[in-house]
């Protein structure tokens, strides 16, 4: 068998130095200093079935609890497309159009 010689990965952050590694105020440094926003933020109110536990939006985008709230945008999406957010939260409005004319008995078209 083929030994393998292994260590440990550290990265360096400047910024962070003066702390302890893997301290609270550690990753507190790291929190101000690395932690990035992104583009296209999504997945957070899951959709699916109202019985999951899991899932705080139903598949008519009702908000589980919260009688005449929906919710209609990328945040439902229970699973992240790996392009851009934008034509499927397209998609998503257009379809709860459909789902809202449909409830208050709207023609569809």
Known sequence: MEQVELSQFKTVYPNCAANTMNTDKFFECLTRNVVLTFSHHAGT????DPKDHTTDVDPHLRVKGIEGLRIVDASVMPIVTSGSTNAPTIMIAEKAS????????????
Do not use: A, E, F, S
């Open 45 to 48: 109110c899951k959709m699916g």
């Open 98 to 109: 459909d789902i809202i004319k449909q409830t208050i008995r709207c023609p569809t078209g």
